[in-house]
């Protein structure tokens, strides 16, 4: 089998037991990738003409999308991932040609460096992997699986990643690390380079915002929930 072909194969999913997962809850943050971070401050996103909000599913992309076009004022709109179907290109180029607009896109944060220019900033949230790894367990109905192993999704983000070449990929990623370890290292390592302005936002410092609730305020949030 080739690898274009493994790469299109998704592997079964299979539900982890609940000491599986907070085996994992209690490993994940040992393989967290370090990145040079920056707290949240209202003037780090004055002067684009577009903003895009991205990185992990569940590390806060949704929240700080709404709370920068809050931010940025009544002239500024959000955007939602769901407006172009979370990773149809088409329709968020589409969507991309307009001015003012703060864009959540965790989806397509792979392809981000194809769109993003001199005029733009690129959002990186940055959050601790055992808290994304928590909310990935609240919010899903299934709870956690397989897939939180780099392992089992190696040869398939290889694929989605093929851009940057088999040899860099297999310099980088960590198989016997967690999923979160490809978006970490191709963004580290390869996209950032390419984009001209990008932050690493410290998701936690969101807490700064106006719009911020507490953790414990929002165990019972929905996945797009923001608001009490």
Do not use: C
């Amino acid at each position: 089998m080739s690898e274009k072909d493994k790469g299109l194969i998704k592997p079964k999913k299979i539900k982890l037991s609940g000491d599986e997962v907070t085996e994992h809850l209690q490993k994940i943050d040992d393989f967290q990738v370090e990145l040079d971070v920056v707290k949240y401050n209202p003037k780090l996103f004055e002067g684009y003409d577009r903003i895009v909000v991205l990185g992990p599913q569940r590390s806060g992309t949704t929240f700080t999308a709404k709370a920068i076009s809050n931010t940025l004022g009544e002239d500024w709109h959000y955007i939602d991932e769901g407006q172009f179907r979370t990773k149809n290109t088409k329709q968020f180029k589409g969507l991309w040609k307009r001015d003012h607009h703060v864009f959540q896109a965790p989806g397509l944060t792979h392809l981000i460096h194809e769109y993003a220019g001199k005029n733009d900033l690129v959002v990186f949230m940055v959050r601790r992997w055992s808290d994304i790894l928590r909310s990935v367990k609240r919010i899903s109905k299934r709870g956690p699986t397989n897939w939180i192993l780099m392992d089992e999704l190696y040869d398939m983000n290889k694929f989605h990643y093929k851009f940057v070449g088999e040899e860099f990929y297999d310099k980088h990623v960590d198989r016997n690390s967690y999923f979160l370890d490809v978006i970490y290292k191709m963004w580290k390592h390869y996209q950032s380079k390419l984009i001209p302005n990008y932050i690493n936002l410290d998701y936690e410092s969101m807490s700064k915002h106006p719009m911020w609730i507490d953790k414990l305020d929002r165990l019972n949030f929905t996945s797009k929930q923001t608001k009490i």
